[in-house]
């Protein structure tokens, strides 16, 4: 049998897994320290460390190593917004800003250790203050500005943020969206006004109405505060806490995931070589949104940790049009875009057209996760708007494991595409699939993804929940200490690893385990669909059977004769074992604003249940346009 596998990546994995800290001592070698490190790893079950001894500081390895080796003229960041408004940043330029804004939140008594959190959209002057808030030692804490007052009272409780700063509103399909007023009602909540002693509002809007009366301070007022205070980075301790971010949202209670200045820099640096094949010359754009993880490494802190130029844009993907995203491509000149699978599904709504009035010839790679690229998704864009000229790639990762941990190491030697796998696991990476038990689960069999060791990207922590972190991660398997990651998945006979869906959304019909992620992608390969989310529900025969909710393409509308095509392709690709109990047509699918489908959602309409909270869902109507369409399937059913 032919090993797809290069030489090269199994010696780089056989490497990582014979000896570890020597694999991970070499990584680490590649970025500047302030101090080196007397051990690479130490583990305290279920924490650990990483690099004990050692003395670093994300923002000088980011910015100032940069600018004291010849690089200060280099562009650094591109910051974008939907109204065409341009705003480049050298590393020289970045680092001034990040110098500014790191005196005056000294200025206002911000410490080592102290939280700050921040309520900002994704533009120049929050990446700087992230990057000003690593420099002095303080963690940052983003909160996805759109969330709502009771998500954004919820984390600023938790963490223990005595700074909040907010905008007073965000740009989104062409209008001023307030934040001001979600501030206001997120400070009245209980708890979250206690914690906080002081507000910076940074006002780009009209109104002069106070959001925190007696604490607010202007932007401006803030970095005047600043005069003839410190500028400089401190040197911290390898595994000092750099910055406190919540998982997205699926869940139904966030848990607030604590990423570190040394290993959370050496896994997000050595990923986005090996992964991303990221090189000083780049420019590099990924489409998220601070808010999350994936803006957190690869918006701030890899690309200019590599030392290429990060793109940053504030808006929407589909304003003023569809071609918003291939304009930005030309405008800049980008070599690589990062996307994820919902923005791939919503520029395939709309057709080619739109590509083909730029000219996309400087891009030679793209990369998609944050749930499973669906084979139908991959195949349109791969073919249809790249011509096949350069790979689309997919890989996975969580908000705890800080950058990717399944991937198709390009930086290395890109390896076959298989569409529907997410890659094999990275370099560093020992993953395997046991079954909820603790057995082991032979190759093409469904069980769930763990990892066996930590890796530098790998939260060591969740902020004031030393219980909850051993049992969420470490402990939940009895018997075994394994890294949880809570996916069901299966690895092929050429080390693929294939993600089906989370491991408590399989759905078991008449004993077969079907993964919500093959069922959808079998829903998408019908020419009118756009997106699909499937839950399971309860069925007297089988268990269980598949609930559907299906979003079309623009051009087509519902019928029953839709729905019978629809199933039927269902029925082609899967075979009978899917068995679809009802297929709901609906206009939006009940996502957090990062892009995955709740659907524990769709699971809570099935079965007449409340939902739940939904702060971090994309759009309300969501749930209720679910609910409207199941209440018409299952009248229609009773009636017939």
């Excluded at 680490?28 to 051990?39: C, I, V």
């Excluded at 410190?230 to 848990?255: C, F, M, Q």
């Excluded at 069980?447 to 060791?453: A, E, K, N």
């Amino acid at each position: 049998m032919v090993d797809l596998v290069s030489p090269i990546v199994r010696r780089w994995q056989e490497d990582a897994r014979n000896d570890p800290d020597a694999f991970w001592d070499r990584a680490a070698s590649e970025l500047p320290w302030l101090r080196k490190w007397d051990t690479v790893f130490e583990a305290d079950p279920p924490s650990f460390k990483w690099f004990l001894g050692a003395q670093t500081n994300l923002s000088y390895q980011a910015l100032d190593h940069h600018v004291a080796h010849g690089r200060g003229g280099h562009a650094a960041l591109i910051a974008l917004e939907e109204s065409g408004a341009r705003r480049v940043y050298t590393y020289a330029q970045l680092l001034y800003e990040v110098e500014r804004i790191a005196a005056a939140l000294r200025g206002i008594g911000v410490q080592q250790g102290d939280r700050v959190a921040v309520y900002m959209p994704t533009n120049a002057e929050a990446i700087a203050l992230m990057l000003a808030c690593a420099r002095i030692g303080a963690l940052h804490m983003v909160v996805f500005a759109g969330f709502g007052a009771g998500a954004l009272a919820e984390r600023v409780k938790l963490s223990g943020a005595k700074v909040l700063f907010a905008s007073d509103i965000t740009y989104r399909r062409g209008r001023n969206v307030p934040l001001d007023g979600i501030v206001r009602d997120a400070l009245d909540a209980e708890g979250a006004g206690a914690v906080v002693e002081r507000v910076i509002v940074h006002r780009r809007g009209d109104g002069d109405v106070p959001i925190a009366p007696g604490k607010e301070m202007s932007w401006e007022a803030f970095l005047e505060g600043g005069a003839g205070q410190d500028r400089g980075y401190v040197a911290l301790e390898s595994n000092t806490p750099a910055y406190i971010l919540a998982t997205s949202g699926t869940t139904a209670r966030p848990k607030l995931a604590v990423h570190t200045h040394g290993p959370y820099a050496v896994h997000i640096a050595s990923m986005a070589k090996w992964m991303f094949g990221l090189k000083p010359e780049d420019v590099w754009w990924a489409t998220s949104d601070i808010g999350w993880v994936v803006g957190h490494s690869y918006i701030v802190y890899a690309p200019l940790l590599v030392g290429c130029t990060t793109i940053s844009f504030e808006g929407s993907l589909d304003f003023p049009d569809e071609g918003t995203l291939y304009r930005i491509v030309e405008e800049n000149r980008i070599s690589s875009v990062f996307t994820s699978p919902t923005a791939i599904r919503l520029l395939m709504r709309v057709g080619p057209e739109p590509a083909e009035r730029y000219d996309l010839s400087s891009i030679d790679r793209v990369f998609s996760a944050g749930e499973v690229l669906n084979p139908p998704a991959w195949e349109w864009f791969q073919r249809e708007i790249f011509h096949d000229r350069v790979p689309v790639i997919d890989h996975m990762w969580q908000t705890e494991t800080g950058g990717p941990m399944i991937g198709n190491p390009y930086g290395l030697g890109m390896l076959p595409i298989k569409p529907g796998s997410s890659g094999v696991p990275l370099p560093g990476v020992q993953g395997r699939i046991l079954t909820p038990e603790g057995e082991p689960v032979p190759n093409g069999e469904k069980g769930i993804f763990v990892v066996d060791r930590p890796f530098p990207g790998l939260i060591a922590q969740l902020w004031g929940e030393p219980e909850r972190y051993g049992n969420d991660y470490w402990n939940k398997i009895p018997g075994k200490q394994v890294y949880f990651t809570g996916d069901a998945a299966m690895i092929d006979d050429d080390g693929y690893v294939w993600f089906s869906g989370r491991a408590d959304e399989i759905i078991k019909i008449a004993a077969h385990r079907l993964g919500t992620i093959e069922v959808e992608s079998a829903i998408l390969r019908h020419p009118a669909v756009a997106e699909a989310g499937v839950t399971g529900r309860p069925d007297e025969l089988r268990g269980e059977v598949i609930s559907a909710f299906v979003v079309l393409k623009r051009g087509f509308e519902a019928s029953d004769a839709l729905r019978a095509e629809v199933l039927q392709t269902v029925r082609n690709e899967m075979g009978p074992i899917a068995v679809i109990g009802e297929l709901n047509f609906v206009h939006l699918l009940p996502k957090t604003r990062s892009g995955k489908i709740m659907r524990r959602v769709l699971k809570a309409v099935t079965l007449n249940l409340d939902p739940g909270d939904i702060s971090t869902i994309e759009d309300e109507g969501s749930v209720e346009d679910a609910r409207d369409a199941w209440q018409q399937m299952r009248e229609s059913i009773t009636k017939s």
